[in-house]
């Protein structure tokens, strides 16, 4: 099979790696909606993190066709990539406090899963890699400043440290081999999906149920909060017009203290701060994280458009409307990993 780029930039066959995943399943629906000439792959190991529910609109539409299975099962990948010309590497494992409990899945699956998926992309000739990574790979800021690309490495937890190890991979198979590679590094995503192990859908699942709502430490850590839809779009504008070898920074300048988006949360359900928990800190906390994305906007044109309070409020609203989801995904696994977590903290 002849694999070609479309005359409008954009790829013909795409394998989304992790798209049965929180931000993965809104890309394959982005890409679903705004490149309908394009077929897209699905590769997930459906993990406690994998949810096919989250792309049940797919399921029926011809361009889309999900297969289960690991990043790192060179077989597998080796006959998916001969049909494909581009990859787009969502799939990791994600969570921060799980990379303190456990680390070594997360040198699996981050590390080695993306280096044997770089070397299968290498010997197919894919035309395009881009590797899906976070502002987090740049350690801590003090009260002032933001990351840009040039900001030096500098992980702090095994995850970051995980998804910089696969950084530094994706630049040397560019630099050595020269495989198109682009990487993107976003701040904390928001939106409908996000499995409640995360901070603003655990506030939300906790509050909703009258639970306590744990709050790190003096609550005060600063995270730059950025609608999924947002991060997306910016995900396919690198793909697509991004240079190869380059690094973007993707982020909406929406810096707040964790304390005050519990507090928002506790006020759009009407529930009062009195179930606010103050808890023992996470060890290594980094203090503040915010994203200088104006690389993103001088060279690709790509803004944030989404109002912080609206896809607050709405993503609020999603979770009340799929009770069900939220009731499924958190028996089970969530259960034992929330007692671990949480009890006697
Ligand atoms: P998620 O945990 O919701 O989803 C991860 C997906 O990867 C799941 O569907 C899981 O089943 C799949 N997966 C895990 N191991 C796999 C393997 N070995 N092979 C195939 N599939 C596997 O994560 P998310 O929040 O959607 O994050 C997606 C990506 O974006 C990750 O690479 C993460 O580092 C990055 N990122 C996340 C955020 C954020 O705020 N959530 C911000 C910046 C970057
Ligand atoms: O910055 C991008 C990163 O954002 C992504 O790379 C990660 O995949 C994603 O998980 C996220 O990491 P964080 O550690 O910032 O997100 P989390 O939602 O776990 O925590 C956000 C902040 O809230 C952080 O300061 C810790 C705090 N927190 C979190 C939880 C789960 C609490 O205070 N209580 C909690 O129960």
């Known amino acids: 099979m002849v694999i070609m780029k479309n005359t409008n930039g954009n790829f013909q066959r795409i394998l989304v790696?992790?798209?049965?995943?929180?931000?993965?399943?809104?890309?394959?629906?982005?890409?679903?909606?705004?490149?309908?000439?394009?077929?897209?792959?699905?590769?997930?190991?459906?993990?406690?993190?994998?949810?096919?529910?989250?792309?049940k609109d797919a399921e029926s539409n011809p361009k889309y066709k999900f297969i289960k299975g690991d990043i790192g099962n060179r077989e597998l990948t080796t006959q998916i990539l001969s049909e494909v010309d581009a990859v787009v590497n969502f799939a990791a494992e994600?969570?921060?406090?799980?990379?303190?409990?456990?680390?070594?899945?997360?040198?699996?699956?981050?590390?080695?899963?993306?280096?044997?998926?770089?070397?299968?992309?290498?010997?197919?000739?894919?035309?395009?890699?881009?590797?899906?990574?976070?502002?987090?790979v740049y350690g801590s800021l003090g009260a002032e400043g933001?990351?840009?690309?040039?900001?030096?490495?500098?992980?702090?937890?095994?995850?970051?440290?995980?998804?910089?190890?696969?950084?530094?991979?994706?630049?040397?198979?560019?630099?050595?081999?020269?495989?198109?590679?682009?990487?993107?590094?976003?701040?904390?995503?928001?939106?409908?999906?996000?499995?409640?192990?995360?901070?603003?859908?655990?506030?939300?699942?906790?509050?909703?149920?009258?639970?306590?709502?744990?709050?790190?430490?003096?609550?005060?850590?600063?995270?730059?909060?950025?609608?999924v839809e947002d991060h997306c779009r910016g995900i396919l504008?690198?793909?697509?017009?991004?240079?190869?070898?380059?690094?973007?920074?993707?982020?909406?300048?929406?810096?707040?203290?964790?304390?005050?988006?519990?507090?928002?949360?506790?006020?759009?359900?009407?529930?009062?701060?009195?179930?606010i928990k103050f808890v023992a800190d996470r060890p290594g906390h980094d203090r503040r994280y915010a994203i200088n994305s104006s690389k993103m906007k001088n060279q690709l044109n790509w803004e944030p458009k989404i109002d912080f309070s609206e896809g607050l409020h709405k993503t609020i609203d999603w979770y009340l409307k799929n009770d069900a989801w939220l009731r499924r995904v958190t028996s089970g696994e969530y259960l034992k990993y929330y007692e671990t977590q949480y009890s006697n903290r």
């Open 17 to 55: 790696t992790g798209g049965a995943g929180f931000i993965g399943s809104h890309f394959i629906r982005l890409l679903l909606n705004e490149r309908p000439s394009s077929e897209v792959i699905n590769l997930d190991l459906l993990t406690y993190a994998g949810n096919l529910e989250n792309l």
């Open 94 to 136: 994600s969570h921060v406090d799980r990379s303190i409990l456990g680390p070594e899945a997360f040198i699996q699956t981050n590390i080695v899963g993306t280096q044997r998926l770089l070397d299968v992309s290498k010997q197919n000739k894919v035309k395009r890699f881009l590797q899906v990574s976070t502002d987090e």
């Open 146 to 227: 933001a990351f840009t690309e040039d900001t030096p490495l500098a992980p702090n937890s095994p995850y970051s440290a995980s998804k910089a190890a696969a950084d530094l991979l994706c630049r040397a198979y560019h630099h050595t081999f020269a495989l198109d590679v682009v990487i993107t590094r976003c701040s904390n995503n928001y939106g409908p999906n996000q499995f409640p192990e995360k901070l603003i859908p655990l506030m939300i699942s906790n509050a909703r149920s009258d639970k306590p709502l744990p709050v790190y430490g003096d609550g005060l850590n600063v995270r730059d909060w950025i609608h």
């Open 237 to 275: 504008a690198v793909l697509e017009n991004g240079q190869s070898g380059e690094v973007y920074n993707i982020g909406s300048n929406n810096e707040w203290p964790n304390i005050q988006i519990v507090k928002k949360i506790l006020n759009e359900l009407k529930k009062p701060e009195s179930l």
